[in-house]
C-alpha cells in the first residue's frame, strides 16, 4: 500500500512538473517575441537616425558652398536674387 501512494503522489508530483515547465516555456516564448518586436523597432529608430546624422553631416560638409548658401536663403529666409520675379500659383 505504501508503494501505490508513493506512486500517486510522485505522478501528482510529475503532473505540477510538467505543467509549470509548460507554462514557463509559453511564457519565454512571448518574452521572446515581445522583445523580437522591441528589437525590430529600435533597429528602424537607429537606421532613421543614421539616415539623419548622414543628412545633417552632408549639410555641415557643404555649408559654405554658395549653392547651398543660395538654397537656404530661398527656402527659409525667402529671399530672391536682385531683380528676379517671382511668381505664385493661386488657382489650385
Same mark, same amino acid.
Given at each position: 500500500? +505504501?508503494? %501505490? +501512494?508513493?506512486?500517486?503522489?510522485? %505522478? ?7 505543467v *509549470? #515547465?509548460? *507554462?514557463?516555456i509559453?511564457?519565454? @516564448? #512571448?518574452?521572446?517575441?515581445? #522583445?523580437?518586436? !522591441? ?5 528602424? $529608430?537607429? $537606421? ?9 553631416? *552632408? !549639410? ?12 537656404? #536663403?530661398? !527656402?527659409?529666409?525667402?529671399?530672391v @536674387?536682385?531683380?528676379? +520675379? ?7
Amino acid at each position: 500500500m +505504501k508503494f %501505490k +501512494k508513493a506512486g500517486i503522489i510522485t %505522478k501528482l508530483l510529475l503532473a505540477v512538473v510538467i505543467v *509549470y #515547465a509548460v *507554462y514557463s516555456i509559453v511564457t519565454v @516564448r #512571448a518574452d521572446i517575441s515581445a #522583445a523580437r518586436e !522591441e528589437l525590430t523597432a529600435l533597429t528602424e $529608430e537607429v $537606421e532613421d537616425a543614421q539616415r539623419e546624422n548622414a543628412r545633417l553631416e *552632408y !549639410e555641415i560638409e557643404h555649408s559654405d558652398d554658395p549653392e547651398t548658401i543660395e538654397q537656404i #536663403a530661398r !527656402e527659409k529666409l525667402g529671399l530672391v @536674387r536682385p531683380g528676379e +520675379k517671382i511668381f505664385y500659383d493661386i488657382g489650385g
